[in-house]
């Protein structure tokens, strides 16, 4: 059975009854097909795990058949949906309360990986332009330094990349969240749900993996080739004490 064959029956057989609220009630039916079909199950499935329309209105013919007739089944109706979006409400707040840590958190690691490739592009300037403003770098021959620099270059383009990434995900996820949170509130037929992931065109999202790729193996071969170059320049595995990094000296040794 489809959804119209399912509803025009439920319709049918509630004003062939005389049920109160009967608009009120297929809308509410209509509602949960088009809950389900967003979930990705067919009309025949939704319809098959309802029920019978029939029985079903009989279920609402039971509620009026009191002292008062079809009076009940109205308030019956009217009570249910205040129940639902009460429900609805509380469900919402909850998912409110776990959501905002959870996107604030999102948020302050954007910030964080601004931060990290503005460090590692400074640095990068630092080292191959062999500027030690204030001291704060460790002694490093020059030739070996400009490696360092590419190394900090590759590292800083690499979290560029993926500051852009993460923001188009961030940004994704909200509006994913925010079409969930409307469809969670409406009572009219809900908009279609979003994806989570980035919605990146195919060319962007080639470039994308592309940059991210190359800067990579930039950024491995940089430091492989500057942690051998070290070695073997300082004349020891451990390059970082002989030109006293840490305080420490093999002359002193």
Not at 78 to 101: E, H, M, Q, T, Y
Not at 172 to 187: C, D, E, I, P, W
Not at 218 to 242: K, N, P, Y
């Amino acid at each position: 059975m489809t959804k119209n064959d399912f509803l025009a029956k439920l319709m049918q057989t509630l004003e062939e009854r005389k049920i109160a609220e009967t608009e009120d009630i297929v809308s509410e039916y209509e509602q949960h097909f088009a809950f389900k079909l967003a979930d990705g199950f067919t009309e025949e499935e939704i319809a098959r795990k309802l029920g019978d329309p029939v029985s079903i209105a009989e279920q609402y013919e039971n509620v009026s058949a009191g002292p008062y007739g079809n009076v009940n089944a109205k308030s019956y109706a009217i009570s249910r949906n205040r129940a639902l979006n009460a429900l609805k409400f509380i469900g919402i707040v909850f998912a409110d309360i776990f959501a905002a840590p959870f996107m604030i958190i999102l948020f302050a690691w954007q910030i964080v990986m601004v931060a990290l490739s503005a460090a590692c592009a400074i640095l990068s300037v630092c080292l191959v332009g062999d500027l030690n403003i204030g001291s704060v770098l460790p002694p490093i021959p020059h030739g070996i330094s400009v490696i360092y620099g590419i190394a900090f270059a590759a590292l800083a383009l690499l979290s560029a990349v993926g500051f852009v990434w993460f923001g188009a995900f961030v940004r994704q996820l909200m509006k994913s969240y925010g079409r969930f949170h409307h469809n969670a509130l409406v009572t009219d037929e809900p908009l279609p749900s979003l994806p989570v992931n980035p919605q990146f065109s195919p060319k962007r999202n080639r470039r994308l993996r592309t940059a991210a790729l190359v800067v990579l193996i930039v950024l491995i071969v940089a430091v492989v080739l500057a942690i051998v170059i070290s070695a073997l320049s300082a004349g020891a595995v451990e390059f970082w004490h002989e030109w006293g990094w840490f305080g420490y000296t093999g002359a002193r040794a």
